[in-house]
Antibody, heavy 124, light 109 residues
Framework: QVQLQQWGAGLLKPSETLSLTCAVY????????WSWIRQPPGKGLEWIGEINHSGSTNYNPSLKSRVTISVDTSKNQFSLKLSSVTAADTAVYYCARVFNIVVVTAIYWYFDLWGRGTLVTVSS | DIQMTQSPSSLSASVGDRVTITCRASQGISNYLAWYQQKPGKVPKLLIYAASTLQSGVPSRFSGSGSGTDFTLTISSLQPEDVATYYC???????????FGPGTKVDIK
C-alpha cells in the first residue's frame, strides 16, 4: 500500500525559506506526477505545483516566482521550497500523488493519495 | 483564467435528507472535474472524478453529474459521518494547472 510521509520545519520567520520533503513508500514512484497543495487555517485548498520522476515541473502561476519543487528518485522523495515567506504562507502543506486515468481519448487527473499534512507557521 | 464557484458555501440538513452541492466553472471544462471530502481535521479524500465516476470504496449514496460549466455532487441520504467540507477541483491541460473550488461545508441539523 502506497504511503506518503512528509516532514519539514514547522515554524519560520518572515523572509525565510520553507522547506518540506515527501517520501513515497510501498509503490511505484515513476509514472506519476507528485504535487504540493496547501490550506491556510480555516480556508480552502490551493495547488502549489508538481513534479514527475524525470524532474518535469509545473507551478501555480500565483506562486511560481517563489516555488521550487525537486525530486530525488534514488530515495523516492520530492521536495518543496518556498522562498521569502510571509504570514500569508501560514498553512497546512500536503504532498499528494497525481493519478490519471484514460477514458477513450480523455485523460483525467486528480489527487488520489495524500500525506498527513504539515502545519507551517510564519511568525516573527 | 477559469474560476470555480460553489454553492451554497454551507448548509445544514437532517440525517436522511438528500443534499445537493453545486460547482460552477466560468468557462466550459467538459467533465474534467473531481470532488473531494475533507472531514474536520482530516486529509482530503477523493470521492468522484470525471464529474460522475465514483472512486473505489466511496459509498454509493454519493453521486456526481454535470458537464461544461455546471456540476453537482449529491448525497442521496445524508449520514452523520458525511459532516465535512466538500471541494470541487478542475484540471487544465494547457498550461497544466489544478484549481479547487472554495468549498461547501455540510453539517447535521
Amino acid at each position: 500500500q502506497v504511503q506518503l510521509q512528509q516532514w519539514g520545519a514547522g515554524l519560520l520567520k518572515p523572509s525565510e525559506t520553507l522547506s518540506l520533503t515527501c517520501a513515497v513508500y510501498g509503490g511505484s514512484f515513476s509514472g506519476y506526477y507528485w504535487s504540493w497543495i496547501r490550506q491556510p487555517p480555516g480556508k480552502g485548498l490551493e495547488w502549489i505545483g508538481e513534479i514527475n520522476h524525470s524532474g518535469s515541473t509545473n507551478y501555480n502561476p500565483s506562486l511560481k516566482s517563489r516555488v521550487t519543487i525537486s525530486v530525488d528518485t534514488s530515495k523516492n522523495q520530492f521536495s518543496l521550497k518556498l522562498s521569502s515567506v510571509t504570514a500569508a504562507d501560514t498553512a497546512v502543506y500536503y504532498c499528494a500523488r497525481v493519478f490519471n486515468i484514460v477514458v477513450v481519448t480523455a485523460i483525467y487527473w486528480y489527487f488520489d493519495l495524500w500525506g498527513r499534512g504539515t502545519l507551517v507557521t510564519v511568525s516573527s | 483564467d477559469i474560476q470555480m464557484t460553489q454553492s451554497p458555501s454551507s448548509l445544514s440538513a437532517s440525517v436522511g435528507d438528500r443534499v445537493t452541492i453545486t460547482c460552477r466553472a466560468s468557462q466550459g471544462i467538459s467533465n474534467y472535474l473531481a470532488w473531494y471530502q475533507q472531514k474536520p481535521g482530516k486529509v482530503p479524500k477523493l470521492l468522484i472524478y470525471a464529474a460522475s465516476t465514483l472512486q473505489s470504496g466511496v459509498p454509493s449514496r454519493f453521486s456526481g453529474s454535470g458537464s461544461g460549466t455546471d456540476f453537482t455532487l449529491t448525497i442521496s441520504s445524508l449520514q452523520p459521518e458525511d459532516v465535512a467540507t466538500y471541494y470541487c477541483q478542475k484540471y487544465n491541460s494547457a498550461p497544466r494547472k489544478f484549481t479547487f473550488g472554495p468549498g461547501t461545508k455540510v453539517d447535521i441539523k
